[in-house]
C-alpha cells in the first residue's frame, strides 16, 4: 500500500501481468472465465462511515465470497497497526482471518478494494494456482482479482495530488487500466462509470490504450502500416536460407519458423476457420493472441482466420 510515499506508473509488471491472464484461461478453462462475466456491483460493496466498521467489513467480505462462489468460505475480518493494506491467513478453511491496515477505520471506502484483493487470495489458493516467487504471485492476485469483476475496486482506491497519495496493490494504476480494459473486451462492460477517483479514470484510458496496441500487432489485419511493413521484411528475412527465427532479437512479437518446427515458446495452436490461400514454403509464424496472450501458430499463406485453442477468440491475419 502507497500511503502518502510516490506511486510508481507505467508497465514494469506487464510480462508477469500477461502471464497470469493466459494462467487464469489454462486453470479455470473458457467457459468458468465467462461465468465471471458480471463485475461486482458498486452498491453491493459500498460502504459509508454511518455503517458499523466490523459488521459492514463482514457484510462486504460475504459479497466478495459470493462473487467468487465461494458458499463454504468464512471471513473474520479484524484490524490492526501493519505496512500492508491487509493480509489473510491462507489455511485450509471453510474459515480465513484477514486482517485489515488500521488505516482503513478512517477510509472505509476503501475495505472493498482491500478485501478483494484478499478474497481473490483464497479463490486462487483453492484452485491451487500460483507463481514461484512472493511478487510474482501478487502480481497474479492482483491481475486475477482485476480480469474476474472486483479488481476494479483495487483502481478506483487509486488517489494522488500535489499533497498526499494512496494506491493498493501490487500493480501499476495504469497496469489495472490495462486488465480492466482486456476484460471490458471480453465480456462488453464499461467500468469508467464506476470510478469515484478522476486518477484512477486517467489510468484506464492509458491502460486501455496500451491494451488496445495487443490487437494491432502484426499479423493481425489490424496492425498499423509500419508495423505491417516490418512484418514483410522480417518475412522475406525468415525465408532466406540458414534464417533464424525472424524477430526474436529485435523483441517483436511474431517468429517465424519452418514447417513441422515448433517455434520457442509456442504453447498453443491456432486453428484456421476459412484460411486463405497461397502458402509461402512451409513457413509458419506464431504469435500471442491479444486476448489470453497463449501462443498461436499458423502457416504463413495471406490472409487467413486463427482461432486461439485456449480463450476461442477468432483472429483476422494477413501472415
Known amino acids: 500500500m502507497a500511503n502518502g510515499g ?29 461465468a465471471f462475466d458480471t463485475s461486482v456491483a458498486p452498491v453491493d460493496v459500498a ?40 493480509n489473510v491467513e491462507l489455511a485450509a478453511g471453510p474459515e480465513y482471518f484477514v486482517e485489515l491496515n488500521d488505516r482503513f477505520r478512517t477510509h472505509r471506502r476503501d475495505i472493498g478494494a482491500a478485501l478483494a484483493h484478499e478474497v481473490t487470495h483464497v479463490y486462487l489458493h483453492r484452485l491451487g494456482l500460483s507463481f514461484p516467487g512472493v511478487r510474482e504471485n501478487e502480481i497474479l492476485t492482483d491481475t486475477a482479482a482485476t480480469y474476474l469483476g472486483t479488481g476494479w475496486l483495487l483502481l478506483d482506491a487509486y488517489r494522488e495530488d500535489g499533497a498526499s497519495s494512496q494506491k493498493l496493490g501490487y500493480l501499476t494504476p495504469e497496469e489495472f487500466g490495462y486488465v480492466l480494459a482486456k476484460r471490458a473486451r471480453v465480456f462488453g462492460e464499461d467500468p469508467s462509470v464506476w470510478f469515484t477517483s478522476a486518477q484512477a479514470y486517467t489510468a484506464y484510458v492509458e491502460g486501455r490504450g496500451r491494451a488496445r496496441q495487443d490487437e494491432e500487432q502484426p499479423p493481425l489485419t489490424a496492425a498499423g502500416w509500419a508495423g505491417r511493413r516490418r512484418y514483410a521484411r522480417d518475412r522475406r528475412r525468415a525465408r532466406e536460407p540458414r534464417a533464424g527465427a525472424g524477430g526474436v532479437e529485435r523483441g517483436v ?8 518446427a515448433r517455434a ?26 491479444p486476448t489470453c496472450h497463449q501462443r498461436i501458430r499458423v502457416p504463413v499463406r495471406g490472409r487467413v482466420r486463427a482461432r486461439c485453442g485456449l480463450c476461442r477468440t477468432v483472429l483476422d491475419c494477413d501472415t
Open 6 to 34: 510516490p506511486v510508481e506508473h507505467g508497465y514494469p509488471h506487464l510480462e508477469v501481468v500477461r502471464a497470469s491472464i493466459t494462467a487464469l484461461y489454462k486453470r479455470l478453462s473458457y467457459d468458468t472465465i465467462h
Open 47 to 86: 460502504f459509508c462511515d454511518t455503517d458499523d466498521l466490523h459488521l459492514g467489513a463482514q457484510r462486504v467480505a460475504r459479497e466478495l465470497v459470493r462473487h467468487y462462489r465461494l458458499p463454504d468460505a468464512r471471513l473474520i475480518v479484524g484490524f490492526r497497526e501493519m505496512t500492508h493494506a491487509a
Open 253 to 260: 512479437p511474431y517468429v517465424f519458423s519452418a514447417e513441422g
Open 264 to 289: 520457442a515458446g509456442a504453447g498453443g495452436r491456432g486453428v484456421g476457420v476459412g484460411e486463405g490461400g497461397g502458402g509461402s514454403e512451409g513457413l509458419r509464424v506464431s504469435f500471442p493472441c
